[in-house]
């Protein structure tokens, strides 16, 4: 969470910080701020607001000219949504300036020493105090704010990623990071720090990855990486494979609506090079079992994964939330493979239930999005998707993407353990192969929904059911629907119905039913699940491949096998949770409440 972004260069540092700041917004928008160097050894000029960028934009009239400066896109953890709370930081004089990603856990302690030394605190943060602590360690270190970053580093503990300035050097800046992202762009007489690339791959995409603990000095013209010791760091460079116009808009009203109709492009993408192999250098055939930790989204698409894996690897697969795993202290060894499944790469919960399982012995797979990503780089392995950059905090393409590597890791395991036939993984893959033109045609079918939303737009709440794959994709459209509409929304397995959750079921609730393929012995079942609640008042829309006639509305998709329909079938989930939101006037790419990349635990 938090957006973060630094620039020191030889133009105007506003326009690069706002713009960063805009592609960073995902991140997090309960405040945004920025800190510019004036004049040496003067107090820093500092604007903050709480709430969207937009507010700090307004009140940026007659900025002063600077060339290098920081800024800050807030979630808040510690202290509310405030002005004051916002982002930057200052020291008692106002020349040093600090932003932060992540959680000081020992921040209630190291307040109360710096308050008793003197050091006069304004916000309720965890962050102020790395500001005073930065600043007496300045004097320590004769304002080598490097080395003052080195020595704080060691006093503090939890997740951080930072950046500071002081005006005695106002083209120098100064990051550190440990368990959040921070990555360098290098440019031609310019340099930034930011959470993502997304924030400066208009002006370069030349970046440098920073590794744990690591700490970071750019100016114009120079950059020096530095382990705590003061040891110099060969960080990687690499070059960034996305467009600068993949992280914008495209003429599409909103980054959601643009993200979903990116799927099929997202699932070939994901596909290519994939029909021989995965390569990713493990030896399934140590394993006894698997177990898949993700969150959110994530987690469905994990869900989704241990259907196939079972079904074509024919080894045992458990699903967990990453966020609950490791503290019920699970049984695992050299003989089970974790698959960490994250878009963002830097989701805290999944990194920490992955350090976890490395630590029992268990070997790593990852599926990540983001490329040097924390996750990615921990794991003994990685699949990457290439659903390029997601910017909406609802994943949509992320998870189309997901679902495609948990197809391609079954197969693979499959094929390693010889429980799949040459035959069956042609067929398997000629079917993953006409995916993307599936989904085209689902996105061309869909329009019916945008009235039908309408209609439900003031519901008490909508019920999902599915079964076997259908019921992640129920959850999968539950989540959407919260997240986006913020209406009550529920996932049901359909047979669990009778179970309880009918009870839940009035005149005109309305039930949204992902029917299983029409050759499946479940398509029957949940035909009757559907007149039990119909039955009950319910108006159900059915999400199915052929003509369905037991539904109120019927949503048609193309044919495939069940276990490869939860890619279509989300799709006009995704819309209809889309438009709801859309109707009900919410803000579509930043819902209330959430950011995108969830780095605390
Ligand atoms: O970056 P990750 O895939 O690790 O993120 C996991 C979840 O936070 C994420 O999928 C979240 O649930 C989405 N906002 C849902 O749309």
Redesign the pocket.
């Known amino acids: 969470m938090c957006g973060i972004i630094g620039y020191t260069g030889k133009n105007s540092a506003l326009a690069p910080l706002i713009d960063g700041l805009r592609k960073l917004e995902y991140r997090g928008y309960d405040s945004a701020g920025i800190a510019l160097p004036v004049e040496i050894g003067q107090p820093l000029y500092i604007e903050k607001r709480a709430g969207k960028l937009k507010n700090l934009e307004d009140v940026l009239i007659n900025t002063p000219n600077s060339t290098s400066g920081i800024g800050h896109t807030r979630w808040a953890t510690h202290g509310g949504p405030t002005d004051t709370n916002a982002h930057p930081h200052l020291d008692n004089e106002g020349k040093l300036a600090v932003i932060h990603n992540g959680i000081i856990e020992n921040y209630v302690q190291l307040r109360a020493e710096l308050e008793k030394r003197g050091h006069k605190f304004k916000s309720e943060t965890d962050t102020e105090s790395v500001v005073h602590l930065l600043s007496d360690a300045r004097k320590e270190h004769n304002g080598d704010l490097a080395a003052s970053m080195r020595s704080v580093c060691k006093q503090i503990k939890g997740s951080f990623t930072l950046l500071a300035m002081h005006s005695d050097a106002p083209a120098h800046i100064v990051g550190a990071r440990r368990n959040s992202p921070l990555v360098v762009g290098i440019g031609k007489g310019e340099n930034f720090l930011a959470s993502d690339v997304a924030a400066f791959i208009s002006h370069t995409k030349i970046a440098l990855e920073l590794g744990q603990d690591e700490v970071v000095e750019i100016t114009p013209s120079s950059v020096v990486v530095t382990d705590l010791s003061g040891q110099i760091v060969n960080a990687k460079q690499y070059e960034i494979s996305w467009d600068a116009s993949a992280a914008e808009r495209g003429g599409f009203s909103h980054f959601m609506l643009k993200e979903i109709y990116e799927q099929p492009k997202a699932i070939a993408d994901t596909l290519i090079g994939r029909a021989d192999g995965l390569n990713l250098n493990i030896k399934f055939k140590k394993f006894e079992k698997i177990v898949i930790i ?7 698409a994990g869900l989704v994964g241990k259907y196939a894996i079972e079904k074509w690897g024919q080894i045992p697969v458990d699903v967990e939330l ?1 966020s609950e795993y490791r503290y019920r202290e699970p049984s695992l060894n050299k003989k089970t493979l974790v698959i960490a ?7 805290m ?2 990194l920490m239930a992955l350090r976890y399982a490395k630590s029992k012995g268990a070997t790593i797979l990852s599926v990540c ?2 490329n040097g990503s924390t ?1 990615g780089r921990e794991s003994d392995s990685t699949l990457y998707t290439h659903a390029g950059p997601e910017i909406a ?4 393409k ?2 189309a993407t ?1 679902l495609i590597a948990m197809y391609l890791i079954g197969l693979e395991i499959g094929k390693k353990l010889g429980h799949l036939n040459k035959n069956q993984v042609i067929s398997i893959n000629e079917q993953l192969t006409q995916l993307p033109a599936k989904v085209e045609q689902v996105l061309e079918t869909v329009e019916p929904l945008r009235e039908l939303t309408r209609k439900f737009k003031d519901a008490q709440s909508i019920l999902f059911l599915g079964r076997h794959v259908g019921y992640p994709t129920a959850l999968e459209g539950a ?2 629907l919260k ?1 986006l509409a913020y209406m009550h929304a529920e996932g049901f397995a359909g047979g669990e119905l009778k179970h309880g959750p009918i009870a839940l079921i009035d005149k005109g609730t309305p039930v949204v039913a992902i029917m299983p393929t029409q050759d499946s012995v479940l398509a029957e079942k949940m035909a009757s699940n559907i007149q039990e609640v119909r039955a009950r008042g319910a108006v159900v829309i059915a999400i199915s491949e052929f003509d369905f006639a037991g539904a109120d509305h019927l949503i048609r998709i193309p044919n495939v096998d069940l276990l490869l329909q939860p890619i279509l079938s989300v799709v006009p989930l995704q819309v209809l949770a889309y438009e709801m939101a859309v109707a009900r006037g919410n803000d579509v790419d930043q819902p209330r409440n ?1 950011a ?3 780095t605390v635990e």
């Open positions: 993700a969150c959110g989204t994530a987690y469905n990453a499944i994250s878009q963002s790469g830097e989701t919960d999944t999005n983001t996750i905090v609802a994943s949509t992320a998870f997901q989540l959407k997240e959430l995108k990349s969830v």
